[in-house]
Each structure stands twice: as C-alpha cells, then as structure tokens.
C-alpha cells in the first residue's frame, strides 16, 4: 500500500463546477501538505500548503486537513479551463526528514 | 524574485554516459531537493541538502550523487547512463531551517533522455 493515495483521474468537468480533489495517507506523523499543479511538460506550481489540520482559502482554492480521517482535499471554485492540468498532493512530517511525499496525481479537465 | 532554476532543460544521452544537473534555488533558500519524475513511478526523492550537507536521501542506487555549494546551488550526478534513468529531473528549494515546515518551489526541470 502506497503512503499516499490519489485517483489519478482524468477527471472532466464543465467550467464553472466546483472541482473537489482528495487525498488518502496512512502516517499519521505527517503534518504539513502541499498542493501542486503541474502542466504538461512543466516543473510543479506551489498552490496550497497547510500545516497541520484546518483549512486555508486562497482566491479560488480551498485546501482542507482532516488529520483524524487522514484526508486531505482541495477545491477549485469557478473552474476555468486554464486551470486544465495534473494536481499533486504532497506531504511530510518529522519522520519524512525532509522529503515530500507525493500522490500519483490527479489529471483534470475544465470542458469550455 | 527568481525562481528556482535548472539547467539544462533537455539532455540526450547514450546509455553508459554519465550526467550533471544543475540547480540554483530562491535567493535565501538554503534547502535543494532533488526529484525524479517518470510516467509510472510519480515523484520520487533522490536526496536533500542543506547548508551542503545531505541530509536524507531516497532509494536510488549509487550511480545517483549530489552536492551543494557553499551558495547553495546544487548539482546531481548519474554515472553509467541505463535506459531507465529517462526521466524528468526536478529540483526544489525551500528555506530548510526545520527541513520540514516549509513550502518547497520547483524549477522546470531537466527532461534527460537515454538512448
């Protein structure tokens, strides 16, 4: 089992939807997460980090941390078709010493 | 601010050659990540720096090295080039003081193709 869980998708949607984007992880010892998009052929975009649980909200994203669930989630309001990409989720904590982990990606598209 | 910047962007190499990446991170980021990105594997870590020292490092055999300058610029080495190795190498940068509690930012990466 993987350290960290995501359905690589592709996932289709119409702009404008609200786009909800999960991860799944078993180390209960991670406590900082990272969201990334990544286009095509491009290094990853720092979106979102969060340490600990709760939620952060940055324009049009929301990034929420259940640490008791061990699932983390990110929401893209008013979905638009540029924001047509892979997103990452990552993690570490104290027992990672000093690497991320990453899901697997999800591939999303934002139908015009 | 400049971001994270890898050199070269693409590199095309015969098998049994060895390789050198470059990486300078943010301006102030004392922490150089190092990644390998293919289709089947995802993001994998190779090894991290700080303040030139390694401090951790991933399950990658020992053809794969780094090193960190006192400027905090990095370079990581594949000797023995295997088909294998095609990959998008990705470098990260962050302030590193705790390692752990801080935002990492990527460069573009280094696309290396082994023929």
């Known amino acids: 089992q993987k350290e960290v869980e995501q359905d690589p998708g592709p996932l289709s949607v119409p702009e404008g939807a609200i786009v909800s984007l999960n991860c799944t992880y078993s180390?209960?010892?991670?406590?900082?997460f990272m969201w990334y998009r990544q286009y095509s052929r491009k290094g990853p975009e720092l979106l979102m980090y969060t340490y600990s649980s709760g939620n952060k909200e940055d324009g049009r994203f929301t990034a929420q941390v259940d640490k008791s669930s061990k699932y983390i989630s990110l929401f893209i309001r008013d979905s638009q078709p540029s924001d047509s990409a892979t997103y990452l989720c990552?993690?570490?904590?104290?027992?990672?010493?000093?690497?991320?982990?990453f899901g697997s990606g999800t591939r999303l598209l934002v139908r015009p | 601010k400049a971001g994270v910047t890898q050199t070269p962007r693409y590199l095309i190499k015969t098998r049994g050659q060895q390789v050198t990446l470059s990486c300078s991170p943010i301006?102030?980021?004392?922490?150089v990540s190092w990644y390998q990105q293919t289709p089947g594997q995802g993001l994998q870590f190779l090894f991290e720096y700080f303040s030139e020292t390694q401090r951790n490092k991933g399950n990658f055999p020992g053809r794969f090295s780094g090193r960190q300058f006192s400027n905090s610029r990095s370079e990581m080495n594949v000797s023995t080039l295997e088909l294998g190795d095609s990959a998008l190498y990705l470098c990260?940068?962050?302030?590193?003081?705790?390692?752990?509690?801080?935002?990492?930012?990527f460069g573009q990466g280094t696309r290396l193709t082994v023929v």
């Open positions: 301006s102030g980021h004392r922490s």
């Open positions: 990552a993690m570490g904590g104290m027992d990672s010493s000093y690497k991320l982990i």
């Open positions: 180390n209960s010892a991670f406590q900082y």
């Open positions: 990260a940068s962050s302030l590193g003081e705790t390692g752990w509690a801080t935002e990492a930012f």
